[in-house]
């Protein structure tokens, strides 16, 4: 019997899916969306209020060409890897720095009959070889403007959605759920990650050095005590206020 009936998945298993678009500038969650593990990727770019002028790095699993021309139109950029059977017509290519690992930048139109249809417009190829990992990387955007080196590295920082969800794993675990039904398991994943937005921020806010896991930790163990949340990482002991001020007269002179 299956635990999640409601999460129908492939008929013989049940799952769930937590879709993130992550703010690369704070490292936290700006959207997110928990649907049932049949859901496919690019169906998440539908419900996307889209930021104009910003940045959208996906990876090929996000490929398609009716909602990137959305992108497109609403003036905002993306950036995601060609499929293997990306089909394309190079109308021009541009000068290159090969020494930075770069192999070809090129402006093109998709030949595929409905990826042509879909997205009539030009597009740009970049040919990137990673050499930390020994692999020649294809690029697709929208963007012209930015040097193509810069394309590269954007698409890098993809890996910190990975490296959220393997943070989520480790740190905020979801040993058990509390309850079976689809409201009872979304709630307990949003209250995690909600967790996890809320620590980010507040670390920014006091520029705390420290980890977040350690800063995690600390707060865990102290999450029943009355004190400043920066006074965990003073090396200075921490003086309580009250006793200083009392609102009565003391019993003892201590």
């Not at 996307?48 to 940045?55: K, P, R």
């Not at 920082?157 to 675990?173: S, T």
């Not at 806010?205 to 800063?215: A, G, V």
């Not at 965990?232 to 006793?243: A, K, L, P, T, V």
Request: proline share 3%; glycine share 2%.
């Amino acid at each position: 019997m299956s635990l999640f009936p409601w999460a129908k998945f492939r008929k013989t298993k049940s799952a769930i899916k937590i879709h993130t678009l992550l703010n690369l500038q704070n490292n936290i969650p700006s959207f997110f969306s928990i649907t049932y593990g049949s859901v496919h990727d690019v169906n998440i770019l539908d419900e996307l209020i889209t930021e104009m002028g910003a940045f959208y790095v996906v990876d090929k699993g996000y490929i398609d060409f009716e909602r990137l021309y959305k992108l497109n139109l609403n003036s905002a950029f993306f950036v995601t890897r060609a499929k293997s059977n990306f089909q394309f017509k190079r109308i021009y290519s541009h000068k290159v720095d090969k020494s930075l690992g770069l192999i070809c930048d090129q402006s093109i139109h998709l030949t595929g009959f409905y990826p042509a249809k879909d997205y009539p417009e030009k597009l740009r190829r970049i040919k990137y070889y990673d050499s930390e990992n020994n692999r020649k990387l294809i690029f697709i955007t929208n963007n012209f403007r930015l040097p193509a080196i810069t394309i590269a590295n954007l698409f890098k920082q993809r890996w910190q959605i990975e490296l959220f969800f393997k943070w989520i794993k480790q740190n905020l675990k979801i040993k058990s759920f509390y309850g079976n039904s689809a409201n009872a398991v979304k709630t307990q994943v949003c209250i995690t990650i909600s967790v996890y937005v809320l620590l980010a921020i507040i670390k920014k806010k006091l520029k705390i050095e420290h980890s977040l896991y350690t800063f995690l930790q600390l707060v865990s163990i102290s999450i029943f005590e009355k004190m400043p949340i920066i006074s965990m990482f003073s090396d200075s002991d921490f003086i309580n206020e009250i006793d200083h001020d009392p609102n009565q007269l003391s019993l003892f002179n201590l």
